[in-house]
């Protein structure tokens, strides 16, 4: 397979642009724009180009009275987003191996990332027969039950972004009315769980309940998959329990 051109000039910049960022440290926070030039080696109009375009980006922050500059707040958030997906990973990880364990069936924990669901883990289930899922895939919110969990704590403007970016049919269960998913978030927020029947997949069935975070804010989700062999009407009410059961100790390690 062939992959285009990197023109040399934009590869030389965005180096340099993350070649900046790196100067930045503990001993020096703060840096004028000719200890930028004079670090990266490069010339005092290309460094000012590099910063703003960073400041514009929201990357950095300049300190008008020191004239200095320094990393701004996006950059730091962005480091606790990926301390916090890593924590939440080691955290539930023997949780997830005893859910799947219990309830034989496919377990998840994944957290709402641009518009969609991103799974940070997967534990097959004790069959032979495993699901096509993995940890980094992404799936639709609107028609998964972790999607549905997530979505159901978002913010009314976040809903709606997600609704006018279309609700996709994928199956001949799958939600695609926005009145009616609404009312389905609705219930998710009443109740405390969401189970998608064949919404993505025919024949799949997936169950969902909220990880909450020290403050109570919904921060991913825990669920199971499997067939509608399995998971039906006799044994959905025990599954739902169990993955709530697993949910709640996900949270209380967080609180800890």
Known sequence: MRYPA???????????ALRLLHLFSVDEPELQLEDIAGKLEIGQSTAYRLVHTLIEEGFIVRDPSAKSYRLAASVLALSHTIMTKM???HLSIQILEKLAEVTGETAHIGVFKNHQVLYLLKMD??????LLSHAGRKNPVHCTSTGQVLLAYQSEETIEQVINKGLTC?????????TKLKNLLKTIRAQGYAVSQEELH???ISIAAPVKNAKGKVIAAVS??????????QT???????VQEASDRVSKKLFS
Not at 6 to 16: D, E, G, I, K, P
Not at 236 to 242: A, D, G, V
């Open 6 to 16: 990197v023109n040399s000039y934009h590869h030389s910049s965005l180096r340099n």
């Open 236 to 242: 959905i009410p025990k599954l739902i329990k169990q």
């Open 125 to 130: 289930s004790s069959y032979p027969v495993h």
């Open 87 to 89: 924590q939440l990973c």
């Open 224 to 233: 199971i998959a499997g067939p509608t062999l399995r998971l039906n009407r």
């Open 202 to 204: 025919e024949g799949v």
């Open 170 to 178: 994928y199956t001949s269960t799958t939600i695609t009315d926005p």
